[in-house]
């Protein structure tokens, strides 16, 4: 779809912070789900579809995974069956390119923080917040039979931290044009990097030219979405 205004851009409101200003972009790191990883510059559109989401007050976008952050205001109850995450009145979102909310984070701030101050927002979808049992179904006969396979403490302890992988654990607020602009030179020549070590992959496999096996193709991009920006641009902003 199209990319058009979202009537947004106004200032966060209901808090107070130290930075009166919303920032031009965040960098975001350290999440085992690589399309949030990646800098995010403030933006006036969305997609179309988007629109219905929310009602938008702050909007950055990730020009190489589609993914945004936001910060919009809470969802009414009544109308949704669930409030604002973390209860104030509005709160932060990070939204997957389907439209999906897949991390929430309190409101009233224009920067939001990383780590476990964010959760996820499985449940908007219905999605279970905790482990489940795996549930098999056996037909014997004419009768069938449930199993139940009862989790482990390890394998209830290996499903929460593979939930705190995934969450942002790197935020960094860029307030300059410049650092901006420094920083998105970086990623897309990162991404460029990226995608040319998955086409050298691709060729390598279709001439048989004896390319790695057991998904080198993924790991690479991987370690490239997952590297920092470079320390000198930390530093500076």
């Not at 979808?125 to 049992?133: I, W």
């Amino acid at each position: 779809g199209g990319m058009t205004p979202y009537g947004g851009g106004g200032r966060a409101h209901g808090g107070y912070v130290r930075v009166r200003d919303p920032g031009k972009g965040f960098f975001v790191a350290g999440s085992s789900i690589r399309e949030v990883n990646g800098l995010y510059q403030r933006t006036d559109s969305l997609p179309i579809q988007f629109h219905e989401l929310h009602k938008y007050q702050l909007v950055y976008s990730n020009s190489i995974t589609k993914w945004y952050m936001a910060l919009v205001d809470g969802p009414l109850y009544e109308e949704k069956g669930y409030g604002a995450y973390g209860g104030a009145s509005n709160e932060w979102v990070i939204i997957d390119n389907e439209g999906k909310d897949r991390f929430g984070h309190v409101g009233n701030t224009i920067i939001p923080g990383c780590g476990d101050r964010w959760g996820h927002l499985d449940s908007r979808y219905g999605k279970p917040m905790e482990p489940e049992e795996e549930v098999n179904i056996l037909q014997n006969g004419e009768d069938i039979i449930e199993e139940r396979s009862l989790l482990t403490s390890d394998e209830i302890n290996e499903w929460h931290a593979k939930r705190r992988d995934e969450l942002p654990w790197q935020m960094i607020m860029i307030s300059g044009e410049d650092m901006l602009r420094n920083l998105q030179n970086h990623a897309n020549h990162r991404d460029y990097r990226a995608k040319e070590a998955t086409r050298h992959y691709q060729e390598d496999h279709m001439i048989g030219n004896g390319g790695s096996e057991g998904g080198d193709e993924s790991s690479s991009r991987n370690s490239l979405f997952q590297q920092s920006p470079p320390l000198h641009l930390i530093l500076r902003s």
